[in-house]
Nanobody
Framework: QVQLVESGGGVVQAGGSLRLSCAAS????????MGWFRQAPGKEREFVAY????????FYSDSVKGRFTISRDNAKNTVYLQMDSLKPDDTAVYYC??????????????????WGQGTQVTVSS
């Protein structure tokens, strides 16, 4: 069982930056791939970024590539999402999610095993 708690959301002007954190419980955090997803009102939950358990490999959606950076500190059981050059279209609730050990790469939110409660990010124009 993995419990995830996000923090770091808030209100920021367009062009600004935020860093989201996701703290995980459990001793086997490094064996879980992690993803960040977001959901805007009236829209489906969408993939934002993915990182393997070791942190060596990352993937991003086209909409955030070059602006967002996912990273993790396995010693602290934490995954981060650094968000720069924010746009109003980035406004959403952001969720971190864990994908079980030994599973293949996935950007589909339905295939993740554990979820945080979400943190609101609002970008004003």
């Amino acid at each position: 069982q993995v419990q995830l708690v996000e923090s770091g959301g808030g209100v920021v002007q367009a062009g600004g930056s935020l860093r989201l954190s996701c703290a995980a419980s459990g001793r086997t955090f490094s064996s879980y791939a992690m993803g960040w997803f977001r959901q805007a009102p009236g829209k489906e939950r969408e993939f934002v970024a993915y990182i393997t358990g070791s942190g060596v490999t990352t993937f991003y959606s086209d909409s955030v590539k070059g602006r967002f950076t996912i990273s993790r500190d396995n010693a602290k059981n934490t995954v981060y999402l650094q968000m720069d050059s924010l746009k109003p279209d980035d406004t959403a609730v952001y969720y971190c999610a864990a994908r079980g050990p030994g599973r293949s790469i996935s950007f589909n939110h339905r295939t993740y095993d554990y979820w945080g409660q979400g943190t609101q990010v609002t970008v004003s124009s």
